[in-house]
């Protein structure tokens, strides 16, 4: 079955720093990965897909994430961090059954926390 | 401007009383999910449609139920069998063939007194 692990449960960056949150899948074939942002008491938000191709993705908010295989990581970078990026992070795989794509597996979050 | 619309936002109630959420969406989607949220848990799959008049079971299905008579609405009722039911709930839709890129309405949030 797939999964997923974010192995950080807080973060703390000061404001200006850079960001590296961390996601592990696992998929035997090529995984398709998300990365979603959840403001407090809200729904969630997506930040950027990786479905094959180029191993470096951009997506919205000036977020990237790179996809390596072999690490079975899909990490998610920012350059500069705002106070408007503190909110809880998630990774996400595409899961399958007989009938094909059922949703998506989660991992349980990364809250971040911007310090001034 | 489209969107998904969950109502309420908030929900009490006691225990041994069945709750309907309601998740309506204007986006067209063929494919509607249910999520469940508890802190520290990440989101976890209740129950999922990708057609009219069908649906199936996601990793926590007991305890819910859930119908899809309509492309825009997919209402999940809370019902008394299900033990815990506290808890943040999200809806959301996607288009068919889109795996994965899912549009979340802004939650209702159940409390069981």
């Known amino acids: 079955a797939q999964s997923v692990t974010q192995p950080d449960i807080h973060i703390t960056v000061s404001e200006g720093a850079s960001l590296e949150l961390r996601c592990n899948y696992s998929?035997?074939?090529?995984?398709?990965l998300f990365w979603y942002v959840q403001s407090p008491g809200q729904g969630l938000q997506l930040l950027l897909k990786?479905?094959?191709?180029?191993?470096l993705v951009q997506g919205i908010k000036g977020f990237e994430a790179e996809f390596k295989r072999s690490q079975s990581s899909f990490n998610l970078r920012k350059p500069s961090v705002h106070w408007s990026d503190a909110a809880e992070y998630f990774c996400a795989v595409v899961t399958y059954s007989g009938g094909g794509a059922d949703g998506l597996t989660f991992g349980k979050g990364t809250h971040l926390i911007i310090q001034p | 401007d489209g969107g998904i619309t969950q109502s309420p936002k908030y929900l009490f109630r006691k225990e041994g009383q069945n709750v309907t959420l309601s998740c309506e969406q204007n986006?067209?989607?063929?494919?509607m999910y249910w999520y469940r949220q508890d802190p520290g848990q990440g989101l976890r799959l209740i129950y999922y449609?990708?057609?009219?008049?069908?649906?199936q079971k996601g990793d926590i299905a007991e305890g819910y139920s859930v119908s899809r008579e309509k492309k825009e609405s997919f209402p999940l009722t809370v019902t008394s069998a299900q033990k815990n039911p506290t808890a943040f709930y999200l809806c959301?839709?996607?288009?068919?063939?889109?795996?994965?890129?899912?549009?979340f309405g802004e939650g209702s949030r159940l409390t069981v007194l």
């Open positions: 959301a839709s996607s288009i068919t063939g889109t795996p994965g890129e899912l549009f």
């Open positions: 990786y479905f094959s191709g180029d191993t």
């Open positions: 998929y035997g074939a090529t995984p398709y």
């Open positions: 449609s990708q057609i009219v008049n069908d649906f």
């Open positions: 986006l067209n989607h063929d494919a």
